[in-house]
């Protein structure tokens, strides 16, 4: 059983607010991801992290940042946050890159 | 790199009848495939997985995928759908060359009563 969790599952906020997307892991992986996913569409990456204070921007450009303080924890943020923000993260981790990934139950941010 | 390729964005389907959901990678290494299942407002969970050896791996619910290296397919398959199969299948690529795990844009099964 994959344990990789993301909070909060559901997220509502106004334009401009800050916010910080939670992902944690316990499997002790080295490579943590995170995933942007518009509803039935198909899967961007926007992060990615092979270690501690190791972050590197995936293949779509994001407004978004990661840190990468502690193995377990891959937090995302936004600083200001706009309409065209509205979607699903999804946060992944692996042992090895190009090897199964595990996914959080992803979190829906829509911004209004 | 990888490349994965997913030939179908959508399949209808009705219940109790056979599904194959197509999937061509491209690779010069070595190649680890996936299938992975998403139900809706959920994350991806993995289906079944090609390592190494035989090339025909099942999963638990009754699905099965071959890996086909002479046509670089791994397809997925079941002869009997239910309506609860109805979600997003995603297909995905890796190597033990380092570079990441790569995913074919998905395929929507929708299982009609």
């Known amino acids: 059983e994959a344990d990789i969790y993301q909070t909060p599952r559901y997220l509502v906020i106004g334009t401009g607010k800050k916010i910080t997307l939670e992902c944690s892991q316990t499997m002790g992986h080295d490579k943590m991801y995170w995933y942007q996913q518009d509803p039935g569409m198909e899967l961007h990456l926007i992060h990615y992290s092979y270690g501690v204070n190791s972050t590197e921007k995936g293949d779509l450009s994001s407004e978004s940042t990661v840190s990468r ?18 979607s699903q993260y999804l946060c992944a981790s692996s042992s090895r890159a190009g090897t199964e990934a595990f996914f959080g139950q992803g979190t829906r941010l829509t911004v209004v | ?30 190649v680890y495939l996936f299938w992975y ?5 959920q994350g991806l969970q993995l289906l079944l997985k090609y390592l190494s050896g035989s090339t025909l791996v099942e999963s638990i619910n009754g699905f099965e995928a071959e890996f086909n290296k002479s ?43």
Do not use: W
């Open chain 1, 69 to 86: 303080i502690r193995t377990e924890h891959f937090p995302l943020t936004l600083e200001s946050a706009r309409p065209s923000h509205t």
């Open chain 2, 1 to 30: 790199a990888q490349s994965v390729t997913q030939l179908d964005s959508q399949v209808p389907v009705f219940e109790e009848a056979p599904v194959e959901l197509r999937c061509n990678y491209s690779s010069s290494v070595s």
């Open chain 2, 37 to 41: 299942v998403q139900y809706p407002n």
């Open chain 2, 71 to 113: 046509q670089t397919s791994f397809h997925l398959r079941k002869p009997s759908v239910h309506i609860s199969d109805t979600a997003e299948y995603f297909c995905a690529g890796g190597d033990n060359a380092g570079n990441m795990l790569t995913f074919g844009g998905g395929t929507r099964l929708m299982v009609k009563p």
